[in-house]
């Protein structure tokens, strides 16, 4: 099954607020990644966050990671008409030679 | 960093038939994956592909229906045989320059199988 789970499943905002997307996850990692999928396109990284990192920011994104609860939070604050998009988080579980996706956010910023 | 692309971007094919995708990387990488991505749905991953070596499947994917090749460190190709209506899909390669860092990823190309 998958190894995370996201929620909300979507989200819609006013422009200019932010938004919180939450991931979370079974086993122990080695990193975690978010990434930003647009509609019908490739997925584009957004960050990578290590298992012994707990706060990561990028311009407007900020990426917390809790290992002992097994969750990760993606924070893009003043958001965007052009934030549109899915975003996914993915882990790089230990031991497992490849990356598993959560079920990802659909995000809608209105203007 | 590493541009991936895909071709062809999309396609419409008839139930039976195969279609071959490729992906051409612009730089050497280390790994290469394949994965399907249904509508509206997170991405599944099929297969990683290895250089010089048969592709590593995941649980649910078979060599005979996808397989895969790797020629070299910067192109691979998959093939979706036999198709059906159920593997209408986009289909997306992505590769990664070492370890499991970051993935960079193709376009995609959207299956439709009347």
């Known amino acids: 099954s998958q190894q995370g789970e996201e929620d909300p499943q979507a989200l819609s905002i006013q422009e200019g607020e932010n938004a919180t997307m939450n991931c979370s996850y079974k086993t122990s990692i080695n990193n975690l990644q978010w990434y930003r999928q647009n509609s019908g396109r490739g997925l584009v990284h957004l960050i990578l966050?290590?298992?012994?990192?707990r706060e990561k920011h990028s311009g407007r994104l900020r990426v917390t990671l809790d290992t002992s609860k097994k969750s990760s939070s993606l924070l893009i604050t003043a958001s965007r008409a052009a934030d549109t998009a899915s975003y996914f988080c993915a882990t790089d579980p230990q031991g497992a030679q490849k990356l598993v996706f959560g079920q990802g956010t659909r995000l809608t910023i209105n203007p | 960093s590493a541009v991936i692309s895909q071709k062809p971007s999309r396609d419409i094919c008839q139930r039976g038939t195969s279609l071959t995708i490729q992906c051409q990387v612009d730089s050497q990488v280390t790994m290469m994956f394949w994965y399907r991505q249904q509508p509206g749905q997170s991405l599944t991953l099929i297969a990683t592909a290895n250089q010089g070596s048969e592709a590593t499947y995941e649980s649910g994917f078979v060599i005979d229906k996808f397989p895969i090749s790797r020629p070299n460190l910067t192109f691979s190709t998959l093939t979706v045989s036999n198709m059906s209506p159920e593997d209408s899909s986009i289909y997306l390669c992505s590769a990664a320059l070492g370890g499991f860092n970051e993935q960079f990823f193709g376009p995609g190309t959207r299956l439709t199988v009347l």
């Open positions: 966050i290590r298992s012994n990192e």
